[in-house]
């Protein structure tokens, strides 16, 4: 069955550091996306991303945040100055298409510890 | 505000106590409602779609319901590997983008 990939399974930084977290959609899907969870909280929504560009951010996808899909495969989410508040469990998911009967796919996530 | 609200929070029952979840929501336009499955430390494993009310679906000892306000989860005879979270998420017309919006989860416990 196809897998949404996501490296690396942990990452810890320190406060201010910039990081990327890194993921492989599955390969003929076309809406790509991002959303975390802090520890003991609901997951939410970052990040939408289709046709080379963000298609929808939420308020939390300030400044310091970027996405890229670099080279038709990879799909990153880059932090530039991490902050203690962004530790979190990161997940990618990937869709087919637009309409209802697409489901979504998740990775099994990034663990970013910030401290 | 759009909101998705799950309850109970957690839930423990004995292996073959039956049970159900339930899942309520207030989106401007319901696309889909999803259920999931997440393991301690993992991403959410998908388990059912549904898209309108009245609608049914069935995994195993999963059941999944749908009405213009609610979804249950029924969790027929469960065994100690149905432990973990289940979360509940709604696509909702005012995205475009297939945003989801989660619930919180309840997080269950079967004991043998």
């Known amino acids: 069955e196809p897998e949404v990939t996501q490296t690396p399974s942990h990452q810890v930084t320190q406060m201010g550091q910039e990081v990327i977290l890194r993921c492989v959609p599955i390969?003929?899907?076309?809406?790509f996306y991002w959303y975390r969870q802090i520890l003991g909280q609901k997951v939410e929504f970052l990040v939408s991303?289709?046709?080379?560009?963000?298609?929808?951010k939420s308020e939390i996808f300030d400044d310091q945040f970027s996405v890229e899909r670099p080279d038709g495969s990879n799909f990153t989410l880059k932090i530039r100055s991490t902050k203690l508040e962004d530790s979190a469990m990161y997940f990618c998911?990937?869709?087919?298409?637009?309409?209802?009967?697409?489901?979504?796919?998740f990775g099994s996530g990034t663990r970013l510890t910030v401290v | 505000e759009d909101q998705v609200t799950q309850s109970p929070e957690a839930l423990r029952l004995q292996e073959g106590e039956s049970s159900s979840l339930n899942c309520s929501y207030t989106?401007?336009?319901?696309?889909?409602l999803f259920w999931y499955r997440q393991d301690p430390g993992k991403g959410p494993e998908f388990l059912f779609t549904l898209y309108s009310a009245g609608e049914e679906k069935e995994k195993e000892r999963l059941k999944a319901t749908l009405t213009k306000k609610e979804s249950f989860l029924h969790i027929t005879a469960p065994k100690p590997e149905d432990s973990a979270t289940y979360l509940c998420a709604v696509h909702h017309r005012s995205s475009n983008t297939g945003k989801l919006i989660f619930g919180q989860g309840t997080t269950l416990q079967v004991k043998p």
């Open positions: 998911a990937s869709r087919g298409g637009q309409g209802a009967i697409y489901g979504y796919t």
């Open positions: 390969s003929n899907h076309l809406y």
């Open positions: 991303f289709y046709n080379n560009e963000i298609s929808e």
């Open positions: 989106v401007s336009g319901l696309r889909g």
